[in-house]
C-alpha cells in the first residue's frame, strides 16, 4: 500500500513559537492532504482540506491564522503551528488521497505528531 | 452535514471469541462508502475493511466482516476469532463520494480489549 510520512514525530516546544510538522506522501502523488486532530481517547477532528497548488480549506471553528497550511508540491504538505500555546498540545495526524485503481482512492495516514507546548 | 455514532465506547472479549462493534450513520446522499480504521496503541490509522453503498454484498476481509443495512444506516464490524493484536481503538466512518475533496468523518470510537 501507499505510504504517508509525518516529521517529526514528536515535538516539545515553547509556548509562543511555531512548529512545523510535515506530511509527505513517499510512493505516490496527493493533489488532496488532510490534517486532522485527536485528544487523548478521543476521535479523530478534521481541521483542513490541503489542496495542491491552492488555499487549504478549513473547518469550522478552525482558526486559519493559527494553523498554516502548504501544500506546495505533490508529495508534501506542511502544517505549522504559529505562537503555540498548552491548549495546542494535541496528536496531529494527515492523511492522503491516493488515486487509480490500485489504491482505489483511499486515504493513507502518516503514523502522526505528538505536539506538547509548555 | 453527516454524523456517524458509535454507541459503545468500550468492549471486551476473549481471545478467539467474536466480537461485534457498532455504528450507525445518517445522510441524505446514496453514493457513499463506509470505513472501519483500526487504531492500535502506536495510533497509526489503518484501513480494515471498506463498504461501498451500491453493492449490496456485505465486505470481507478474513476475520473481518461487516454487516451493512442501508435502510437502516447501519453498519457493524464483526470481528471473528478475535486476536490480542486485535486490541485497539476502532473507528467507524463515512465519505461521501470519492470525489477529490471528499473528507472522512469519522464516529466516536470503540475501545476494544482482546483478553487472554
Known amino acids: 500500500g501507499a505510504v504517508v510520512s509525518q516529521h517529526p514525530s514528536r515535538v516539545i516546544c515553547k509556548s509562543g513559537t511555531s512548529v512545523k510538522i510535515e506530511c509527505r506522501s513517499l510512493d505516490f502523488q496527493a493533489t488532496t492532504m488532510f490534517w486532522y486532530r485527536q485528544f487523548p481517547k478521543k476521535s479523530l477532528m478534521l481541521m483542513a482540506t490541503s489542496n495542491e497548488g491552492s488555499k487549504a480549506t478549513y473547518e469550522q471553528g478552525v482558526e486559519k491564522d493559527k494553523f498554516l497550511i502548504n501544500h506546495a508540491s505533490l508529495t508534501l504538505s506542511t502544517l505549522t503551528v504559529t505562537s503555540a500555546h498548552p491548549e495546542d498540545s494535541s496528536f496531529y495526524i494527515c492523511?492522503?488521497?491516493?488515486?487509480?485503481?490500485?489504491?482505489?482512492?483511499?486515504?493513507?495516514f502518516g503514523p502522526g505528531t505528538r505536539l506538547t507546548v509548555l | 452535514a453527516q454524523t456517524v455514532t458509535q454507541s459503545q465506547p468500550e468492549m471486551s472479549v476473549q481471545e478467539a471469541e467474536t466480537v461485534t462493534l457498532s455504528c450507525t450513520y445518517d445522510t441524505s446522499e446514496s453514493n457513499y462508502y463506509l470505513f472501519w480504521y483500526k487504531q492500535p496503541p502506536s495510533r497509526q490509522m489503518i484501513l480494515v475493511i471498506r463498504q461501498e453503498a451500491y453493492k449490496q454484498q456485505n465486505a470481507t476481509e478474513n476475520r473481518f466482516s461487516v454487516n451493512f443495512q442501508k435502510a437502516a444506516k447501519s453498519f457493524s464490524l464483526k470481528i471473528s476469532d478475535s486476536q490480542l493484536g486485535d486490541t485497539a481503538m476502532y473507528f467507524c466512518?463515512?465519505?461521501?463520494?470519492?470525489?477529490?475533496?471528499?473528507?472522512?468523518?469519522f464516529g466516536g470510537g470503540t475501545r476494544l480489549m482482546v483478553k487472554p
Open positions: 492523511s492522503a488521497r491516493a488515486y487509480g485503481q490500485a489504491y482505489y482512492n483511499e486515504q493513507f
Open positions: 466512518a463515512f465519505m461521501n463520494g470519492l470525489g477529490a475533496g471528499n473528507m472522512l468523518t
